[in-house]
């Protein structure tokens, strides 16, 4: 099993904690040995969790404009961006068992990246959109597209795999976000033909088409 970049150094730390307590319980008695026995665990639990959590699974790439995360979609709306204009927001809340590496929805070039620190409310609520969060600009062949990964209660750490000026084709890996959040996308209205999902529905990143591109 693949593991994403960004999280072979949590895994082998919960697992080097882990193989101490086991070690350590070998040397107790009584009470105490049962107790590190309870957290040795614990330790191993975590650790299992997090292989499954940071698995980056191969990905074959769809047509039209595809998801940008894996999880469900939580809200579609038609807004005034200051960067887009008249465009359509795409939001997708990612659980904690989510594949939580992000990818390109379409083709371009990274013009922008702006990291927002924030407060790290659940991502569910509207109020997230204060949380600490990236928010990437991208150059395309339908306009300026923007998407913004967002932190939530539990995820503290957006690790980005792009710089500006990386030309970053459709399906390719943007980035990650620890432990569970959300990621909005903003798409231009006028050159969206259709949606091609709905609320609610369960999408995977790079591989499942959310939106046609008019001809």
């Not at 904690?17 to 975590?46: E, K």
């Not at 980005?160 to 569970?180: A, C, Q």
Request: charged share 25%; with cysteine; net charge positive.
């Amino acid at each position: 099993m693949k593991i994403a970049e960004g999280g072979i150094s949590w895994i082998i730390t919960f697992f080097i904690v882990t193989i101490l307590s086991i070690t350590i319980s070998y040397f107790l008695s009584g009470i105490s040995r049962y107790i590190m026995i309870i957290i040795s665990a614990l330790m191993l639990m975590i650790s299992f969790l997090l292989l499954i959590f940071f698995r980056d699974p191969i990905r074959k790439t769809g047509s039209g404009i595809v998801a940008v995360a894996d999880g469900f979609i939580r809200e579609i709306t038609y807004e005034n961006d200051k960067d887009l204009g008249n465009c359509v927001k795409i939001s997708t809340f990612m659980n904690i068992h989510n594949v939580h590496v992000n990818r390109m929805p379409i083709t371009g070039e990274i013009s922008k990246i702006t990291h927002h620190n924030g407060s790290h409310l659940p991502a569910f609520k509207k109020e997230s959109e204060r949380n600490e969060r990236v928010e990437i600009l991208v150059k395309t062949d339908i306009g300026i597209i923007k998407i913004i990964q967002i932190a939530g209660t539990i995820a503290r750490r957006i690790v980005p795999y792009i710089k500006i000026g990386d030309t970053v084709k459709k399906g390719e890996k943007i980035g990650i976000i620890r432990l569970g959040s959300r990621v909005d996308i903003y798409l231009p209205k006028k050159k969206i033909k259709k949606l091609t999902i709905k609320l609610k529905d369960k999408i995977k990143a790079g591989e499942d088409t959310i939106a046609k591109i008019n001809d």
